[in-house]
């Protein structure tokens, strides 16, 4: 029987742990590559310092982990929180490392309306327990704003009712700050809007408004939930400028409509409210715009889709770089316990190898005596390479005899001298030619000056600032002129002037006569 189990053992395919696990991943992928998971975040620190987040999803019987790589933690509508009850979309895949399995995310929803208006209201508890909905800290509108402030999209149907509502009532100055309105930005940027607002100088090239208006158009619970974030809601309250909420529609609500100085049920409420005179806006221009801008939404909806379905055919870098992220992750986090086992380690071995005087003692009179041998060595290889190099010069020395080498640097003298000669011959040549056009040069700056021309009887025409007078057009009755003569300057009052300059006759072909020059200007 013993031997039977030996032979049954001996026929059994063997795999190696690499390929049991990824035949594993393989099956869990092919069989769950999209999956929707609802389950309540457990485990949640924030985003690891790689920027991808790690945690598990549970329920009253069960539990599965869960991570949400940095490009897709970006592009999350909603922030993960501990204890949220989500609905995760994505794959499921194994991580053979561990051997576990878990769920990588491409989106997270809250799991309904509930779960937000529960978190909604938690927070509104929070804030008004702190005294921000108090109408006490509220400031009053100015009554005339000369600079108004909107933070807003700058694409958008809200932003355009706003300005004409606003010019059709009160012309003024509007700055707009543009930020995203909807997306997991909108909070981060209208908070960076509002504190930019409150940055600005009276007196700098942009002039601090003295109203803001936060504004966008209606929408669901989850298309206005950046505006119900706590940074924003705080710096809105810290905020010294008087602040008008216009987000949504009448029925909607966020918290900053608690937080704010006033709140406008629409946007176009909110310019009406900013400036004291009411007018009609153009309900046409305003529909039109509206029908163009959901048009061309759900054209770019439509062409976003089919993208993502030709993408689908294709590895996503998540996928393909999924267990080299998750290695480096855990190779990050054991760089440091390494660090400090690796110093014991070389601190424990330094210790058991402690020099002694006597080792010391006994290493110097080693090396001392490996020097002595070198040197020995050494000595006697220069002796014998002295030797050797002065035998060559003897034999070569009785070779040589001093008369070639006398005629040889008789010739080189003769050369050298020759070539000095028709060195200094060339260098006075060169020195010649040079004087040369130096003399026509002067000659030609003397022919080619203006001192010259007045030297024989004309005058050089300035106004008072020094600028040449070319025509009489340029000249103004009464006016300051200064002539320039050949022995000095002088001044003169101009009697008439801006006459219609007179074409430049064409030049005669004919010789003049001696003595009639000409003018130059």
């Known amino acids: 029987m013993s031997e039977a189990a030996t032979e049954s053992r001996s026929n059994a395919t063997e795999y190696t742990v690499s390929e049991i696990s990824g035949a594993l991943k393989r099956t869990v992928e092919d069989a769950f590559g999209n999956v929707r998971v609802r389950g309540e975040i457990s485990g949640y620190r924030g985003p690891h310092s790689s920027g991808h987040a790690y945690f598990a999803l549970k329920d009253d019987r069960a539990r599965i982990d869960a991570v949400v790589w940095k490009t897709t933690m970006s592009r999350l509508k ?30 997270l929803e809250p799991a309904g309306a509930g779960a937000l208006m529960a978190l909604l209201e938690e927070r509104k508890r929070r804030l008004q327990a702190e005294g921000l909905f108090d109408t006490g800290r509220k400031r009053r509108l100015p009554f005339m704003p000369r600079v108004i402030g909107v933070v807003t999209s700058p694409t958008g149907s809200v932003i355009r009712d706003i300005i004409h509502r606003i010019k059709d009532r009160f012309p003024l100055h509007v700055l707009v700050w543009p930020v995203r309105v909807q997306g997991e930005t909108t909070a981060k940027e209208v908070t960076a809007a509002v504190n930019g607002f409150n940055a600005l100088t009276w007196d700098g090239a942009a002039r601090q408004p003295d109203l803001l208006i936060v504004a966008r158009g209606g929408g669901s619970l989850e298309d206005l939930w950046g505006f119900n974030d706590e940074g924003l809601a705080r710096a809105v309250a810290d905020s010294h400028i008087p602040i008008i909420s216009a987000v949504g529609h009448e029925t909607d609500w966020t918290l900053i409509d608690f937080v704010a100085d006033m709140r406008a049920p629409t946007p176009t409420g909110a310019a009406e409210i900013a400036v004291p005179v009411k007018a009609d806006l153009e309900a046409t221009l305003a529909s039109l715009g509206a029908r163009l801008n959901a048009c061309a939404s759900r054209n770019l909806e439509r062409k976003r889709q089919a993208v993502r379905a030709a993408a689908r055919a294709l ?77 060559r010069f003897q034999r070569n020395a009785a070779r040589l005899s001093p008369a070639p080498i006398v005629r040889r640097q008789k010739l080189l003298a003769d050369t050298l001298a020759g070539l000095t000669r028709r060195q200094e011959q060339a260098m006075e040549r060169r020195l010649d030619r040079l004087r040369a056009a130096l003399t026509q040069a002067d000659r030609l700056l003397a022919t080619l000056s203006h001192k010259a021309v007045l030297a024989r009887g004309f005058a050089l025409v300035k106004d008072a600032d020094g600028a040449v007078i070319k025509r009489v057009a340029e000249l103004a009755p009464g006016a300051v002129l200064q002539l320039e003569f050949a022995d000095g300057n002088a001044e003169a009052i101009a009697t008439s002037g801006g006459a219609r300059p007179k074409l430049a006759a064409k030049p005669s ?10 003018s130059l200007f």
């Open 78 to 107: 909603f922030r993960p929180e501990e204890g949220m009850e989500v609905i995760a979309s994505g794959r499921l895949t194994t991580y053979p490392g561990k051997s576990n399995y878990q769920i990588v995310i491409d989106n």
């Open 509 to 518: 072909t004919k010789p003049k006569e001696p003595g009639n020059q000409g």
């Open 315 to 391: 590895p996503s870098p998540d996928q393909l770089l999924a267990l080299p992220r998750r290695r480096f992750d855990e190779a990050t986090s054991r760089l440091g316990r390494g660090l400090t086992v690796s110093i014991e380690r070389k601190r424990a071995r330094l210790d058991r190898q402690r020099l002694t005087p006597a080792t010391l003692s006994r290493r110097l009179n080693e090396t001392r005596t490996l020097t002595g041998r070198d040197i020995a060595r050494a000595r006697a290889a220069f002796f014998a390479i002295v030797r050797q190099g002065r035998a």
